[in-house]
């Protein structure tokens, strides 16, 4: 079974740009949640999704970040623009049932913006 | 402050030794803990799952927890090079619904 994937794995941008992470959870599972880690600092949870319904977006730092999940699948997250600040490792995690269920997640996709 | 607390390491041992890694947290309702490993460059990987006070152990891990005193533990017994890594506690409840909220990480080398 493929586990939790995350694409790119890094991503250099300039200060003003547009990214988008992209996560593909294990199939089948309902839950997905988005975290980071900025460099020193635990990782902090951003949202979660069940199914393509957000169930707690409490961890979002600004507006400045969006994350979909059309059709419960994958998710997107898109930063933009990027600030100095949003760099940092992006995990995505994804767990089969609405409570608290063991959470899988993936290798991460270290982003940069320089 | 924050919630949860972990000594960040690096912490160095050598092989065969026992090792034991600590967190502390200061909400109450925390209900379930979990110890994560990583390794570099990868994501957190579950080692441990336990809900209630007590002890739960598998293979040659040992997980503590004391709600009482709001510590958790992890012992590694006959600690082998593989077990080089970050360890990581998380905990779910709190009113925070099912995320996860985790220490810094304690950075574990373990020299042959």
């Known amino acids: 079974e493929a586990g939790v994937t995350q694409f790119p794995s890094h991503s250099v941008i300039e200060k003003g740009q547009t990214v988008t992470l992209r996560c593909d959870p294990i199939?089948?599972?309902?839950?997905l949640y988005w975290y980071r880690r900025v460099m020193g600092k635990e990782i902090k949870f951003l949202l979660h999704?069940?199914?393509?319904?957000?169930?707690?977006e409490s961890g979002m730092p600004n507006n400045r970040f969006l994350a979909e999940r059309t059709g419960g699948t994958y998710s997107t997250l898109k930063v933009q623009p990027a600030e100095l600040e949003d760099s940092g490792v992006y995990f995505c995690?994804?767990?089969?049932?609405?409570?608290?269920?063991?959470?899988?997640f993936g290798p991460g996709t270290r982003l940069t913006v320089l | 402050q924050k919630e949860v607390e972990q000594d960040p390491g690096p912490l160095s041992v050598p092989e065969g030794a026992i090792v034991s890694l600590n967190c502390t947290y200061s909400?109450?309702?925390?209900?379930?803990f979990m110890w994560y490993r990583q390794y570099s460059r990868k994501g957190p990987e579950l080692l441990m799952y336990?809900?209630?006070?007590g002890n739960k152990e598998d293979g040659r891990f040992t997980a503590q927890v004391d709600k009482s005193s709001k510590y958790i533990s992890l012992f590694i017994r006959d600690s082998q090079p593989s077990d080089s890594a970050t360890y990581l506690c998380?905990?779910?409840?709190?009113?925070?619904?099912?995320?996860?909220?985790f220490g810094t990480g304690t950075q574990l080398k373990v020299e042959l």
């Open positions: 999704f069940v199914k393509e319904s957000k169930q707690d």
């Open positions: 336990t809900y209630s006070s």
């Open positions: 909400n109450s309702a925390f209900q379930y």
């Open positions: 199939s089948g599972h309902d839950n």
């Open positions: 995690a994804s767990s089969q049932s609405s409570n608290t269920d063991t959470q899988y």
């Open positions: 998380a905990m779910i409840g709190g009113g925070g619904g099912n995320k996860l909220t």
